[in-house]
T-cell receptor, first 114, second 114 residues
């Protein structure tokens, strides 16, 4: 069985300050982990993914995430927030238990204050 | 290359009616997944099709069904609509069915049930 917990439903940061969106996962197998972003009235877009290679994963738009097996975490970070980063972010776990099975976190809404 | 196309973008139905939503995946993608997104429940997995076969199914009642055609296009059907079926329905396609595959999302169909 797999699950994912996004620890904050809303995060508010000032423009130019760091962003931290937290995600913890549970998986019986070696998981793949993803972060997706959804802007208002749009579909989801992949930010980055982890698939058991390097534990620090770099994505688009300056985002990165670090896979920490001991903490079962996959937090998303960005050094400096931009107004265009305001969106909803989803942490996703997919494990190899049989066919692909994907579980989404509840989402974290990021607000960027000018 | 064209992205994932979902039609229609918006639908208004009344309770008891049935509805069919359509999804055209990215050319060459063989896996199509469907999700229901609501403010209270987040993104919930409905089902996944690969090469015209349903491979995974989420915890939804039998009123929700789907199919995939030989050209990988997919439809989902909801019969006997209920008010609680109002949601954004997202379709995602991927190349194969592996756990590490990136899913590419359409913009969704927003269904309102009155």
């Amino acid at each position: 069985a797999q699950s994912v917990t996004q620890l904050d439903s809303h995060v508010s940061v000032s423009e130019g300050t760091p962003v931290l969106l937290r995600c913890n996962y549970s998986s019986s197998y070696s998981p793949s982990l993803f972060w997706y972003v959804q802007h208002p009235n749009k579909g989801l877009q992949l930010l980055l993914k982890y698939t058991s290679a390097a534990t620090l994963v770099k994505g688009i738009n300056g985002f990165e995430a670090e896979f920490k097996k001991s903490e079962t975490s996959f937090h998303l970070t960005k050094p400096s927030a931009h107004m265009s980063d305001a969106a909803e972010y989803f942490c996703v776990v997919s494990d190899s238990g049989g066919y692909q099975k994907v579980t989404f976190g509840i989402g974290t809404k990021l607000q960027v204050i000018p | 290359k064209a992205g994932v196309t979902q039609t229609p973008r918006y639908l208004i139905k009344t309770r008891g009616q049935q509805v069919t939503l359509s999804c055209s995946p990215i050319s060459g993608h063989r896996s199509v997944s469907w999700y229901q997104q609501t403010p209270g429940q987040g993104l919930q997995f409905l089902f996944e099709y690969f090469s015209e076969t349903q491979r995974n199914k989420g915890n939804f009642p039998g009123r929700f069904s789907g199919r995939q055609f030989s050209n990988s296009r997919s439809e989902m059907n909801v019969s006997t609509l209920e008010l609680g079926d109002s949601a954004l329905y997202l379709c995602a396609s991927s190349l194969e069915q592996g756990r590490a595959d990136i899913q590419y999302f359409g913009a969704g169909t927003r269904l309102s049930v009155l």
